[in-house]
């Protein structure tokens, strides 16, 4: 299976299954599951800590690299999917609405190429 043929709602479903079989709802407080987050956010940033952007982008060269930046990477992803199954947050709206956002605060014509507000003024 791939993300061109899994759906969201089948990862849902795979994460909370997961969670069910070993009664762990009562330890995913959002609270916790923010905090579980944060932890493997930061387990995938040591992955790329002290080296170029280029190096970084490099990490797609190497297969064993890529594993485990793919393992942290699945992590931060498995607490988000979980945070949403006990908050009952129909992810895939949360994600449209913030990107609709996005399209407003950052119109395209205006920071094509561009990363901030004063880096448009530049132009």
Same mark, same amino acid.
């Given at each position: 299976?791939?993300?061109?043929?899994?759906?969201?709602?089948?990862?849902?479903?795979?994460?909370?299954?997961?969670?069910?079989?070993?009664?762990?709802?009562?330890?995913?407080?959002?609270?916790?599951?923010?905090?579980?987050?944060?932890?493997?956010?930061?387990?995938?940033?040591?992955?790329? @800590?002290?080296?170029?952007?280029?190096?970084?982008?490099?990490?797609?060269?190497?297969? @064993?690299?890529?594993?485990?930046?793919?393992?942290?990477?699945?992590?931060?992803?498995?607490?988000?999917?979980?945070?949403?199954?006990?908050?009952?947050?129909?992810?895939?709206?949360?994600?449209?609405?913030?990107?609709?956002?996005?399209?407003?605060?950052?119109?395209?014509?205006?920071?094509?190429?561009?990363?901030?507000?004063?880096?448009?003024?530049?132009?």
């Amino acid at each position: 299976m791939s993300d061109a043929t899994t759906t969201l709602a089948e990862l849902k479903r795979l994460v909370e299954d997961f969670v069910d079989r070993r009664d762990w709802h009562r330890f995913h407080a959002p609270k916790n599951l923010a905090m579980s987050m944060a932890i493997e956010a930061a387990e995938l940033m040591e992955h790329f @800590q002290w080296i170029s952007a280029e190096e970084s982008r490099r990490a797609a060269d190497d297969p @064993q690299r890529l594993a485990a930046i793919g393992e942290e990477l699945a992590d931060v992803l498995c607490y988000a999917l979980a945070m949403s199954n006990e908050l009952g947050l129909d992810l895939a709206s949360a994600i449209r609405g913030k990107i609709a956002k996005n399209e407003q605060k950052y119109p395209a014509d205006e920071y094509r190429g561009r990363y901030g507000p004063e880096d448009t003024k530049k132009g």
